[in-house]
């Protein structure tokens, strides 16, 4: 069965302190969706509202049509995965899997079985008489994942899986969590401080901030059409320049920056301008040219990235990043100008 | 590569180990000796003194009583110290930070005062069985050992292996008795072993609590040797060691002596 989870408008606070604020999230059936920020944003907060150890200060959780927000924990039958595995120590890797089934008073001989399919279905069947010390963090992982997936639960939930793994276990783990997820149709709530693992693996990302949720959205669009200034810093624009317009002409734009230079933008690739607007590119959506069209600025600091060579700017609107070609490496201290790929660029308002 | 130990350690050490060891010994030869007062070393060798202590009724009723006291208080201390170690460590953040130190107050106040004052409170104020109010002394003086070892062992306790349990589907108590209380278990025998031998070695708060008919082993030795001075209190000791050695022989072979001091 697949359903979704509907969190409605959740305040919760830590002692006297608010962690989040009118926090609203709709998972749908079978989907995964992941929330991503630095610690402390209320990511692993929204999770353990879910879970049901901690109370909400207001609002309401709903998983499909059942209203979960004052239901016991234990109750909830949500499966967990985390971050330190939380295997039991003392239980061997079959009893750990067949741990929930035995809860739902499923019998021995039943709860042996599904209990080895699913140690069969993420490769760990030689183990099963294993105590967990005597695995690899990986296994570990493993033995969490199908101890949650055997109760087939309606939900399952993520909290930092693979933070405890080497970098190419990290891929690997993360590829077979989204093939056992599709493969089941679980909803799915994910959640990480890693960019990177987060648009691999969901269907829509939460970018969280200060307990709020800042965009959610397609992992594509984050990447491309960041609806503002915060989401923009973390996906990598490392420009934001604020600009105001000083002519219009149909879709073409003159807008000007701060000092007075200004710069032509077409509404045809970057979409409808406002009077005051800020441009977020990326080190690449700028390019290093001798001279021409573009924003005025002086050479600094020149890197050398592989496929191109980057510069530390100064402008009249600030410290800018930009890339230019292999082919042309520039001095220090000489003059340039930034000209912006609108196809890499963005428009976000003016924030107050 | 050979180390050279210095000449000046290994006199240290030997002294230090005889000051250890040369009480024990003493003991033993004492307990042996066939004379009618304490003696060392022993002259003659008799077994007399041993079988001296079991015709003496007051040594049987004070042991009895000791052990009882003991073990009641230990379990009592336990059943309350459990819980409160697991409070403690659960819910650090939300409790207030002096609530551990209430815990060890028994350690820290020193005895005496403390048996003096349970005496009138308890024995005087609320009138209470000399045997219960002995129990309420014992369980009070050894529950810092049950409260701050388990609390050790639940240091290193993961509680997310609880919530782990929870959101399978266990319920929080039964989660404690098939999760926790498996993973804590080297804390709890050893809070037993080290509250069990606190409350059998206890003088000071016994001294205060025990009443006209009813007293416990080490204050029967104490009072036997003012009154006779003879070798059965060192049999009586040899008797307590060989306990000790036996509590001792029991973890070893259960869990390995090394846990009692990690």
Known sequence: MTVSLDIESITAHYGHTEVLKDLSLSVKAGELVSLLGSSGCGKTTTLRLVAGFLPPTKGRIKLGDKDITRLPAHTRNIGLVFQNYALFPHLSVLENVAFGLKQRSVGSSERRKRASEMLDRVGLSPYAERLPAALSGGQKQRVALARALVIEPPLLMFDEPLSNLDAKLRIDMRVEIRKLQRANGTTSLYVTHDQEEAFSISDRVAIMNAGKIMQLDHPEVLYQRPANAFVARFVGFENLIAMKVSERDGDRVTAEVEGGSSIALSQDSLGPIPDEFVLAARADGLSVRRSGEGLPVTLGLRTYLGRAYQYQCQSTAGDLVANGPLSDPMEQGGSAVLAPHFEQCCILPVEA | MTYRIHPALIVFASIVFFFLLAPLVIIIGSALSDTTYLTFPPRGLTLRWFENIFEMSAFRRTAITSFQLAFAGTALSLLVGIPAA???????????????????LPILVPEIVFGFSLMKSVTVGLETPIFLTLLIGHALLVLPYSVRVVSASLASFDFSIEEAAISLGSPPLKTFFTIVLPNIRAGVIAAFI???????????????????????????????????????????????????????AIVEATLGLTFLTK
Do not use: C, K
Not at chain 2, 214 to 238: G, K, N
């Open chain 2, 194 to 248: 080290l509250a069990f031998i606190t409350s059998l070695n206890d003088v000071s708060v016994s001294l205060f609590l025990t009443g006209p008919g009813i007293s416990t082993l080490p204050i029967q030795i104490l009072a036997h040797m003012e009154q006779f001075f003879d070798p059965t209190i060192a049999s009586v000791s040899v008797l307590l060691m060989l306990v000790t050695v036996a509590v001792m």
């Open chain 2, 86 to 104: 697991y409070a403690l460590n659960r819910y650090r953040i939300e409790l207030p930070s002096w609530l551990s130190t209430v815990y060890v």
